[in-house]
């Protein structure tokens, strides 16, 4: 079963604005919550992560949002640029896992100019 | 990417021939995970390893196997490759018990016919 649920599979904005994905998790356990970035041909690379223990972290343009009682959270990239197209992925692992990490879909999102 | 590579970058192969998938890195990172990618699944875990010859099964290990015999290399192999299996296969590496900075290789695009 997918533990990790991801939306909208894909997202187009217009530069400057915002953009945000939603994940959703099912395991409580879960203690670990970073966001992946991948461009074409390439792997994916870590952008910004959080903890529970705080609601949100800050990274220049990219916020996470988190909501420990709902089992969400969510990224933020304001004033979005063409360069921030890419496709993202939300995770989510716990510490007794042995650091695998659970991923969601992913979502396609393209900025236009 | 910077200390992992894997090895090869393409490979198109027949049903039911085997097929194995290199990652090598130069990190010393304890823990290795090989992941397949796919549209619409995100990334889905079929292995990971601990550490030398301490291996365990993800979500989708079924007609995979692995071996690490040294700290650097893991090796994935389809044993009788399907085109089920036709995917974009990642090597990603840690050293962080809870899942926090992975490193991921660029990938080896498998296509079987």
């Known amino acids: 079963q997918q533990q990790v649920k991801q939306s909208p599979q894909s997202l187009i904005v217009q530069k400057g604005g915002i953009s945000i994905i939603n994940c959703a998790y099912e395991n409580t356990a879960f203690d670990y919550f970073p966001w992946y970035q991948q461009f074409p041909g390439k792997g994916p690379a870590l952008l910004i992560a959080?903890?529970?223990?705080?609601s949100e972290k800050k990274e220049g343009r990219f916020t996470i949002s988190f909501n420990k009682s709902a089992k969400q959270f969510s990224l933020h990239i304001m004033d979005s640029q063409p360069g921030d197209s890419a496709t993202y992925f939300c995770?989510?692992?716990?510490?007794?896992?042995?650091?695998?990490?659970?991923f969601g879909e992913g979502t396609q999102l393209t900025v236009n100019p | 990417d910077a200390g992992i590579t894997q090895s090869p970058r393409h490979k198109v192969t027949e049903t039911g021939t085997p097929v194995t998938l290199r990652c090598h890195q130069t990190?010393?990172?304890?823990?290795m995970y090989w992941y397949r990618q796919d549209p619409g699944h995100g990334l889905r875990l079929i292995h990971y390893s601990y550490g030398v010859k301490d291996t365990d099964k993800g979500e989708v290990s079924d007609g995979y196997s692995v071996s690490r015999s040294k700290t650097e290399d893991f090796l994935l192999t389809l044993e009788s490759a399907t085109s089920s299996q036709t995917s974009v296969y990642f090597c990603?590496?840690?050293?962080?018990?809870?899942?926090?900075?992975?490193?991921f290789g660029s990938g080896t695009r498998l296509t079987v016919v």
């Open positions: 995770a989510a692992s716990r510490e007794t896992s042995g650091s695998r990490l659970t």
């Open positions: 990190e010393n990172h304890r823990y």
């Open positions: 959080i903890r529970p223990d705080v």
């Open positions: 990603a590496i840690s050293d962080h018990r809870d899942g926090y900075g992975y490193t």
